[in-house]
T-cell receptor, first 113, second 116 residues
Framework: AQSVTQPDIHITVSEGASLELRCNYSYGATPYLFWYVQSPGQGLQLLLKYFSGDTLVQGIKGFEAEFKRSQSSFNLRKPSVHWSDAAEYFCAVFSGGYNKLIFGAGTRLAVHP | GAGVSQSPSNKVTEKGKDVELRCDPISGHTALYWYRQSLGQGLEFLIYFQGNSAPDKSGLPSDRFSAERTGGSVSTLTIQRTQQEDSAVYLC??????????????FGEGSRLTVL
């Protein structure tokens, strides 16, 4: 069955530091992969998505993610974190046969000044 | 509308009461999803609508949960005889089609349900 694992429940970084959030997926075919962000009291917003082609995808707010088939990973990165990036981040894989997104448990990011 | 609208934003109810949660998707979006987000948990899929049909309701946790969609638009999620474990944020999302090729799921801000 398709699944998504986000190994880090909480991450704390200093403002200006680099960030990498890990995501591993289990899916038989070429996956469609997404990263969403949920700020406190708000709905989920799409950061970026991977369908095919270039394995390094750029998103909004300066985020990028790299698809690595050999590692079944789709890690999210940002070179310099801002205090406003504090939020919860969800990785998701599209389950094509079932027409739904399967989400990981999320990683909560805290940013220290 | 401009985005996915959900109501109520907050609902407090007593154990055993029925509740209805409403979702108004983006106009023209044919696919509609309900997810549940419990404290400290990820997003749990509940049900998927394509038009007024629900080809996938595999995530509904019990027969106390039901959902309908009318006119290919508004959807209502009903929880009967609520239990404390039903306390969660219920998220609705819509997309133009039931595939990712046309873009992403657009989420509402959710309905927070608290069962006392």
């Amino acid at each position: 069955a398709q699944s998504v694992t986000q190994p880090d429940i909480h991450i704390t970084v200093s403002e200006g530091a680099s960030l990498e959030l890990r995501c591993n997926y289990s899916y038989g075919a070429t996956p469609y992969l997404f990263w969403y962000v949920q700020s406190p009291g708000q709905g989920l917003q799409l950061l970026l998505k991977y369908f095919s082609g270039d394995t390094l995808v750029q998103g909004i707010k300066g985020f990028e993610a790299e698809f690595k088939r050999s590692q079944s990973s789709f890690n999210l990165r940002k070179p310099s974190v801002h205090w406003s990036d504090a939020a919860e981040y969800f990785c998701a894989v599209f389950s094509g046969g079932y027409n739904k997104l399967i989400f990981g448990a999320g990683t909560r990011l805290a940013v220290h000044p | 509308g401009a985005g996915v609208s959900q109501s109520p934003s907050n609902k407090v109810t007593e154990k055993g009461k029925d509740v209805e949660l409403r979702c108004d998707p983006i106009s023209g979006h044919t696919a509609l999803y309900w997810y549940r987000q419990s404290l400290g948990q990820g997003l749990e899929f509940l049900i998927y609508f394509q038009g007024n049909s629900a080809p996938d309701k595999s995530g509904l946790p019990s027969d106390r949960f039901s959902a309908e969609r009318t006119g290919g638009s508004v959807s209502t999620l009903t929880i009967q005889r609520t239990q404390q474990e039903d306390s969660a944020v219920y998220l609705c999302a819509s997309s133009l089609q039931g595939t990712p090729n046309t873009g992403e799921l657009f989420f509402g801000e959710g309905s927070r349900l608290t069962v006392l």
